[in-house]
């Protein structure tokens, strides 16, 4: 059977499949079918409205999505991503077909595709991931782990023969965490007061919603080009990234279009007036959880618990402005000890895992 790889277009997109609908509303379906099969949940089922945007911007980041038909129907989705820095050699990408049309070259076609497309971009260096809930990790089968970090991605899995059989290596693996607030509220008074001891007076947290200020923006840039860099990265090529204060306000644009909200909170270096570190909660339109997305703390200022401080000063301020959200989930390195601490601390439990892969197709 033939399988039709085409590129979505993301400027039209309500092109219709058929009787299936919009190309764009059926590959969205699909992702969201995937992230349920894993985690059995609608947690992160997104509408194509709340995705759109950030294909449509892309000075910063070049998208590319995958649509894979079989008789007209579309049973698989592909994205590739990566930056436009002139020194940048990898890309990100990712595949996914629906259970009854597995194991009939759709996933493959799409790799394949995706694969070409990055080498003809310059990165010869690719990364996918698998997710692995952790009730579905058996414990008397194979398991591997990268060079740091423990042994947790289950061998036998269909993803993961996946993409041993294409040439792929585990790179690193990361812990899927989630935080249910209401095991940690009460408490979350006292260890704010515990991490603020270490931290004042040299260091003040600053709170915002959305939209940073204006007299922050030259340091959350510089913050965020180490969040890049300075995180563990096991054995994962990573590329450095460049930051301005144009590509923060583009990245909250592209937020408030999807009908995001990013409550972020600051330490703040008193002397110097700069971001030290900071950590950023973000509130999906619909939801009733939070994820966790960047918290680094500048390696010149580690020592000082601002990493603690922090994510349990932002939490503390969603329980208060947003009490509908119930849970946090996060994404941290099996081998980032400190940050896993930290979330420890903060009530944070092992959901599942997530392996990278990275393959150089030049090898």
Request: aromatic letters at 6%; one cysteine or more.
């Amino acid at each position: 059977m033939l399988v039709e790889i085409d590129e979505v277009d993301l400027t039209t997109a309500g092109a219709s499949v058929g009787s299936d609908g919009a190309v764009f509303d059926a590959v969205q379906a699909v992702a969201n079918t995937l992230e349920a099969e894993v985690w059995k949940n609608d947690d992160f089922s997104l509408t194509p409205t709340m995705v759109l945007p950030e294909y449509l911007d892309q000075r910063f980041n070049r998208r590319v999505l995958l649509a894979a038909r079989l008789d007209g129907e579309v049973v698989g989705r592909g994205w590739l991503g990566y930056g436009l820095e002139p020194a940048a050699t990898t890309a990100s990408l990712s595949v996914g077909v629906l259970p009854p049309a597995r194991g009939r070259g759709v996933g493959t076609a799409l790799l394949g595709e995706l694969e070409a497309r990055a080498a003809a971009a310059g990165r010869p260096t690719v990364t996918t991931f698998t997710q692995h809930a952790l009730a579905d990790i058996p414990l008397d089968e194979p398991l591997l782990g990268a060079s740091v970090g423990d042994r947790v991605v289950p061998a036998r899995a269909e993803a993961t023969r996946f993409a041993l059989a294409r040439g792929y290596t585990l790179g690193q693996v990361e812990r899927t965490n989630r935080c249910e607030l209401s095991d940690i509220a009460d408490e979350l008074p006292s260890i704010l007061d515990e991490a603020r001891s270490r931290a004042e007076p040299e260091y003040a947290l600053v709170h915002w919603i959305d939209r940073t200020p204006d007299e922050f923006l030259a340091s959350l840039a510089t913050a965020r080009e180490h969040m890049a860099t300075d995180i563990p990265a096991a054995d994962l090529e990573i590329d450095p990234e460049v930051w301005t204060p144009e590509r923060i306000r583009a990245r909250e644009r592209q937020l408030a279009d999807a009908g995001d909200h990013a409550l972020v909170v600051a330490a703040v270096h008193r002397a110097s007036g700069s971001v030290a570190g900071y950590s950023e909660l973000v509130l999906t339109e619909g939801k009733e959880h939070a994820e966790q997305w960047d918290t680094l703390v500048r390696s010149t200022h580690r020592g000082h618990r601002l990493g603690l401080w922090m994510k349990a000063a932002n939490l503390l301020a969603l329980t208060e402005q947003a009490p509908e959200r119930s849970r946090v989930y996060t994404w941290n390195a099996d081998e980032n000890d400190h940050m896993l601490a930290i979330n420890d601390r903060l009530a944070f439990r092992i959901i599942g895992y997530s392996a990278e892969w990275q393959r150089r197709l030049d090898s």
